[in-house]
């Protein structure tokens, strides 16, 4: 898989996390209250940020390398195990980009976010 | 009514019993013990507990299940959140043992009013699809009755589509459902039981009504309006029905019943929390799988995750939605026009089969 990442600073806080290379789940979470503050959980290997902001996205002419900027993390690299997936996750971070709703994800161990929620 | 007893002579012991209910006549206090037996229906089979066992255990947990549930109201019904109706009319199984096919029913009609966030949804499931068809293979009969197991099994696997394509009579009766009625079926996504008082309560107050099952007593035929508690008489059978809310403060549980509207409070009672073993166990419906349109809802929110055509959609009114995923192109345009209705806040019709969005309009 390629390894090219996004060279672009994102606003002040540029943290890019490096991703290495890399039966049907459903979603679980329900719809976030405005009570609900933005956390970081960890379980194992596996990481959750919650109520992030995507402001920047970025692709290239490489193998499904897609990336998105996360207000306070800095360039995320999704997930690259499959072509489905990897469009899916560029839709819902475009989504997320244009609409500025929160994003909770899974991080895993591979720097990659594996699982997307937007609202 | 008990045997020798008249309702005066019931009336005076339960005031003396303060037992907090009344007797009188009703659509099925005058029946013979035989015709009052038939109105039930309950036969725990399948690893079900005994009715023994569900009074025994809805006892011995009675200080739990009268203390405040940590995080729900200290009251609920369905019938009155917020002025609204979440509650399916009263119906009457009449004189088959089919309230299996009732209680569980009862509970997934307000599942999809609730889901759907709309108390107006005219539903009416046929519960004789459920008890005649889907039944039979596990030992289901009006003589007979049936338990819940196979019941909530039915609504997940087969599904139950609505009363005109098999409409109800209470006699034994082969299969005679409509020729679409895979088409017209509804079905729900799963189903689990709930023991823990606390549980029972947040899950009433928060999700929708819950299926239950107790003894009937001989003096139950006989209940007019109040707290129901066993006073007097023999076991008449076991009998499943539809909890629709609680009051902490009354000690009891609002339920609704299948006897018509001639018998209770207009057809609904409220029991005794720990009585009869009524809230040993209930049975809860987990969410609706429609087949159909689903006009005029909002995308609240979209999932992924790291396989392939794996994203679902949550709609308003209906909760997470699977989007098809029979190739790439038809998965990816599903997935580019919900994410696209999210983003302009615009209203979508969605098609569902069985859960799955299909088609969608973005208006």
């Given at each position: 898989m390629p390894d090219t990442k996004p060279q672009q600073d994102l606003?002040?806080?540029?943290?890019?996390?490096?991703?290495?290379?890399?039966?049907?789940?459903?979603?679980?979470?329900?719809?976030?209250?405005?009570?609900?503050?933005?956390?970081?959980?960890?379980?194992?290997?596996?990481?959750?940020?919650?109520?992030?902001?995507i402001n920047a996205l970025w692709s290239i002419n490489e193998n499904r390398n897609s990336w998105v900027g996360?207000?306070?993390?800095?360039?995320?690299?999704?997930?690259?195990?499959?072509?489905?997936?990897?469009?899916?996750?560029?839709?819902?971070?475009?989504?997320?980009?244009?609409?500025?709703?929160?994003?909770?994800?899974?991080q895993e161990s591979d720097n990659m976010m594996h699982e997307m929620y937007v609202w | 009514m008990p045997q020798d007893l008249d309702f005066n002579q019931l009336n005076t012991l339960i005031r003396s019993a303060?037992?907090?209910?009344?007797?009188?006549?009703?659509?099925?206090?005058?029946?013979?013990?035989?015709?009052?037996k038939s109105r039930l229906g309950y036969f725990p089979a399948g690893g079900e507990e005994s009715l023994e066992q569900r009074i025994q255990a809805a006892a011995a947990k009675l200080s739990s299940i009268q203390a405040s549930a940590i995080g729900a109201p200290a009251a609920f019904d369905w019938r009155n959140v917020n002025g609204q109706n979440y509650v399916t009319p009263i119906r009457n199984q009449g004189g088959c043992g089919s309230c299996v096919s009732f209680g569980t029913t009862a509970a997934v009609e307000s599942a999809m009013r609730i889901q759907r966030g709309d108390p107006g949804l005219a539903v009416d499931l046929s519960?004789?699809?459920?008890?005649?068809?889907?039944?039979?293979?596990?030992?289901a009969s009006c003589g007979g009755g049936w338990?819940?197991?196979?019941?909530?099994?039915?609504?997940?696997?087969?599904?139950?589509?609505?009363?005109?394509?098999?409409?109800?009579?209470?006699?034994?009766?082969?299969c005679a459902r409509c020729a679409d009625w895979q088409s017209r079926a509804i079905k729900i996504t799963g189903w689990h039981t709930i023991s823990n008082a606390?549980?029972?309560?947040?899950?009433?107050?928060?999700?929708?009504?819950?299926?239950?099952?107790?003894?009937?007593?001989?003096?139950?035929?006989?209940?007019?309006?109040?707290?129901y508690r066993h006073v007097s008489g023999g076991v008449a059978g076991g009998h499943c029905i539809c909890v629709i809310g609680y009051s902490d403060a009354g000690g009891f549980w609002i339920c609704k019943n299948s006897w018509g509207t001639g018998w209770g409070e207009s057809g609904f009672f409220c029991i005794a929390y720990g009585e009869c073993g009524i809230d040993s166990t209930m049975w809860a419906v987990e969410g609706i799988l429609q087949?159909?349109?689903l006009n005029n809802t909002r995308v609240i929110g979209l999932w992924t995750i790291d396989q392939d055509r794996n994203a679902w959609a949550y709609l308003q009114g209906a909760g997470w939605r699977k989007i098809a995923w029979g190739n790439d192109n038809i998965f990816f345009d599903l997935l580019r026009l919900l994410?696209?209705?999210?983003?302009?806040?615009?209203?979508?019709?969605?098609?569902?089969?069985?859960?799955?969005?299909k088609q969608i309009y973005v208006l």
């Open positions: 606003l002040s806080s540029v943290s890019t996390a490096g991703a290495g290379e890399g039966g049907a789940a459903a979603p679980t979470a329900e719809p976030p209250t405005s009570a609900e503050g933005g956390a970081i959980g960890a379980v194992g290997a596996s990481v959750w940020v919650n109520n992030k902001k996360v207000a306070g993390v800095g360039w995320v690299k999704l997930a690259n195990n499959s072509d489905t997936a990897i469009v899916a996750f560029t839709i819902l971070g475009a989504n997320a980009r244009q609409t500025q709703g929160n994003v909770n994800y899974r | 303060n037992a907090g209910w009344q007797a009188g006549p009703t659509s099925v206090s005058d029946l013979s013990a035989e015709d009052q519960e004789a699809t459920l008890f005649f068809c889907i039944g039979p293979s596990s030992g338990y819940m197991t196979p019941a909530m099994d039915g609504y997940k696997n087969t599904g139950v589509p609505d009363e005109a394509c098999f409409p109800y009579t209470d006699h034994q009766q082969a606390a549980d029972i309560k947040t899950w009433l107050s928060t999700k929708g009504p819950l299926s239950s099952c107790f003894t009937v007593y001989n003096d139950f035929f006989a209940y007019k309006t109040g707290i087949t159909g349109w994410a696209a209705a999210k983003e302009g806040a615009r209203p979508v019709n969605v098609y569902q089969d069985n859960g799955v969005i």
